[in-house]
T-cell receptor, first 112, second 112 residues
């Protein structure tokens, strides 16, 4: 089975722009979670989707949003980028409760 | 919100030595996950612990959950250079299995 894939792997944007990141979960996984990782704050939960519905949300501003499609693929959008949004964005998929999350390689976003 | 504290923050050990990493939670643990990360890459799932007293092993890595102490430990026996990386513990935020809080990580370096 193919693992979790994320595109693009690297991205450079400037302040004020917006960005969309994509995540394809492992086949059969319906839960997709997004995380932000920075040196200062560590790994922080953004949100989680299951069957196209957002079920959990972390403590991030409304500039961070996401969605999930009927094939379980998910996208994450960040609008009005700030320098502090520079981070590694990780996506994880899971079969369901009681099962582990499998992580993708991440998208490295740099905001200049 | 739930906080996870990992200790030590970093560790340098000689190849062949044993080591232990601890993860302490500020709240009740519903499930505890251990992951390993190579710098700038995605997380590799190691183990999931769900019940107090549970202990799991994989190759030379053993993890244990002490529910009463709200603590988990990860023990590596006879460390090898391949064990080097960042070890992260994650805890289920809402007993859902989908949204994890993570500790800041323990950076492990194994010297020849």
């Amino acid at each position: 089975k193919a693992g979790v894939t994320q595109t693009p792997r690297y991205l450079i944007k400037t302040r004020g722009q917006q960005v969309t990141l994509s995540c394809s979960p492992i086949s059969g996984h319906r839960s997709v979670s997004w995380y932000q990782q920075t040196p200062g704050q560590g790994l922080q939960f953004l949100f989680e989707y299951f069957s196209e519905t957002q079920r959990n949300k972390g403590n991030f501003p409304g500039r961070f949003s996401g969605r999930q499609f009927s094939n379980s693929r998910s996208e994450m959008n960040v609008s009005t980028l700030e320098l502090g949004d520079s981070a590694l964005y990780l996506c994880a998929s899971s079969l369901g409760m009681g099962n582990e999350q499998f992580f993708g390689p991440g998208t490295r976003l740099t905001v200049l | 919100s739930q906080e996870l504290e990992q200790s030590p923050q970093s560790l340098i050990v000689q190849e062949g030595k044993n080591l232990t990493i601890n993860c302490t939670s500020s709240k009740t643990l519903y499930g505890l996950y251990w992951y390993k990360q190579k710098y700038g890459e995605g997380l590799i799932f190691l183990m999931m612990l769900q019940k107090g007293g549970e202990e799991k092993s994989h190759e030379k890595i053993t993890a244990k959950l002490d529910e009463k102490k709200q603590q988990s430990s990860l023990h590596i026996t006879a460390s090898q250079p391949s064990h080097a990386g960042i070890y992260l513990c994650g805890a289920d935020r809402s007993n859902s299995g989908y949204a994890l809080n993570f500790g800041k990580g323990t950076s492990l370096l194994v010297t020849p």
